[in-house]
């Protein structure tokens, strides 16, 4: 009876971390499509960069959140730590909610950055909660790494509608549209937020034994003393910049409709706001695969093939440039319909396939062996996951003074960091620290 009680609580436990993992995709992903309306509010040689901003603040959060969420999550357990997110989360939106209803455009941007920095204190929270708690429900390893790539799925199915549905609701931008379009997907998120307080607050959860941490753990050395551990770190912040990265600019990309842009007619934000969803779609196709063979392929193999493929669809779509077209079915803003885009976005489309893996099999195989400094790696993490912002941001700066397609340069050199990261920077030649 004791054993079949526990059962019940790892599931319940496991349902609620799948639906937070959804929640985390569905407001980091707002920022791209919103960002298209500040970008044409600004515009200038520098729209780019100025529509990116928002991107930036909501993953700079994880600099400042990463530690504290990190203790946080020592401190009072995993489930207040997952409420405290929800709330900080809520707190968020309604602020950028609050930005359109400023008149005054500068003074409703910063607003709305403020929004979208609470917004990443809370997205930060969230994901030290998620993946450790998995990782150590599933016992670690193959196992662990199996239960992440689930929530995995659920996070890109959400990262796949947000685009979708921004878009349409956002329609054609230009110069005068507001934040007060997108209010309906404000409202939806702040409701979802406060649903999901209300029922997690109800929903009793206990701490995994494995890797808990009290105030009596003695702590001899910390996670920075694992090489592999410190590598993972890196690994992590240019794999953020990379999942962000890819399709954030290329909905930039599609939607210009200047002579730097892919040249698409019609509602060309509507239609960006499709193919980046694609993206996603495919992420979650990745994971949703995944999953099934994340138990018996190592972190290592798939990590090793997936930045291996990576690599060669952005060489190939820098090199083909927007001459080359093909066919894409895509969501107009009115109806389903096969649009003519550039062979290099459906490249870059593809991406979504070798990213769907990259996070969870990192973070496996960086903690692997951490036992006790599993918490505070966590946090670490997170801290790192600012990389999301930054280097989106370098590859908007670059686009803005080169070409869309030649700042996938920055993705590209991550993906090489993180080739190098599966195929030798991932063994724990630290195996004598004692971690128990």
Not at 38 to 43: E, G, L, P, S, T
Not at 241 to 247: K, S, T
Not at 299 to 324: D, N, P, Y
Not at 359 to 386: H, Q
Request: hydrophobic share 55%; net charge positive; glycine share 10%.
């Amino acid at each position: 009876m004791e054993n079949q009680t526990k059962q019940n609580g790892s599931i319940i436990a496991i349902i609620t971390m799948m639906f937070l993992y959804a929640m985390i995709s569905f407001v980091t992903n707002l920022a791209a499509p919103i960002g298209v309306i500040w970008k044409n509010a600004f515009a200038g040689d520098s729209a780019n960069t100025v529509g990116m901003l928002g991107n930036a603040m909501n993953f700079l959060a994880y600099l400042f959140m990463g530690i504290p969420a990190g203790k946080l999550l020592t401190r009072v357990g995993y489930k207040k730590t997952a409420l405290i997110g929800i709330a900080v989360g809520f707190v968020g939106v309604f602020t950028q909610f609050l930005s359109g209803t400023i008149d005054a455009k500068l003074t409703g941007f910063i607003i709305y950055l403020l929004g979208a920095f609470i917004s990443g204190f809370a997205v930060c929270i969230l994901n030290t909660v998620v993946n450790p708690m998995l990782n150590l429900i599933g016992g670690g390893g193959n196992r662990g790494n199996q239960l992440n790539m689930i929530g995995g799925t659920l996070n890109s199915l959400s990262g796949t509608l947000t685009p979708l549905f921004v878009g349409a609701l956002i329609g054609t931008v230009s110069a005068t549209t507001k934040m007060v379009d997108v209010n309906l997907v404000l409202y939806i998120a702040m409701a979802v937020f406060a649903a999901a307080f209300i029922i997690l607050l109800f929903i009793p959860i206990t701490d995994p034994e494995k890797g808990k941490v009290t105030k009596d753990t003695v702590f001899e050395h910390s996670p920075w003393a694992f090489r592999h551990f410190i590598l993972g770190v890196v690994a992590i912040f240019v794999y953020v910049g990379v999942e962000v990265g890819i399709p954030g600019t290329l909905i930039y990309y599609l939607s210009d409709q200047t002579g730097a842009g892919a040249g698409l007619t019609g509602n060309a934000v509507a239609i960006a706001g499709s193919v980046a969803a694609t993206y996603w779609f495919l992420m979650l196709v990745g994971r949703f695969c995944s999953s099934f063979i994340a138990n018996k392929v190592s972190s290592k193999t798939m990590m090793t093939v997936a930045t291996l493929v990576g690599m060669i669809l952005i060489v190939f779509a820098i090199l083909l440039g927007k001459t080359a077209t093909v066919a894409m079915p895509v969501f107009t803003g009115t109806s389903f319909a096969s649009v003519t885009v550039p062979v290099a976005a459906l490249l870059l489309v593809l991406c979504g396939l070798c990213t769907s893996i990259m996070w969870t099999s990192i973070f496996n195989l960086a903690t692997e062996g951490l036992g006790k400094y599993t918490a505070a790696a966590s946090g670490i993490f997170m801290m790192m996951v600012v990389g999301g912002g930054l280097l989106p941001l370098l590859q908007s700066f670059i686009a803005d003074h080169a070409t869309y397609l030649l700042s996938y340069i920055v993705p590209l050199v991550a993906m090489a960091y993180m080739f190098f990261y599966a195929v030798a920077g991932c063994k724990n030649v630290n195996k004598d620290i004692p971690v128990d």
